[in-house]
């Protein structure tokens, strides 16, 4: 089993930028996936990007495509979610997500999940 623990959460302006981490500990793989996903208030959890761990092959939805990079550190376990020109509508929970599997992880059926982190968005 893998533990995920996020960080970097928090309530900003729009237009600017936050990055939320991710450490990654206990039964840890070095191939597969990790990723992020989220939940706004009254609607279901949604994929937000995802990275292959051993190649670094990177995928996003298209909602946030051009704005959100996701990057991985391997030394350290650790993904990472860059969040530029936030939006209102980018305020939701972010859960960072893990699975021995890219496609599955991106079906939104990863084996493990943070407990999230909080971003709001808001003037």
């Known amino acids: 089993q893998v ?19 991710c450490a990654a500990s206990g039964r840890t793989f070095s191939s597969g996936a990790m990723g992020w996903f989220r939940q706004a208030p009254g609607k279901e959890r949604e994929f937000v990007a995802g990275i292959t761990w051993k190649s670094g092959i990177t995928y ?48 939104g059926r990863p084996g493990s999940w943070g407990q999230g982190t909080q971003v709001t968005v808001s003037s």
């Open 60 to 107: 996003y939805a298209d909602s946030v495509k051009g704005r959100f990079t996701v990057s991985r550190d391997i030394p350290k376990n650790t993904v990472y979610l860059q969040m530029n020109s936030l939006k209102p509508e980018d305020t939701a929970v972010y859960y960072c997500a893990a699975d021995p599997s890219a496609l599955v992880l991106r079906q």
């Open 3 to 21: 533990q995920l623990v996020e960080s970097g959460g928090g309530l900003v302006q729009p237009g600017v930028s936050l990055r939320l981490s």
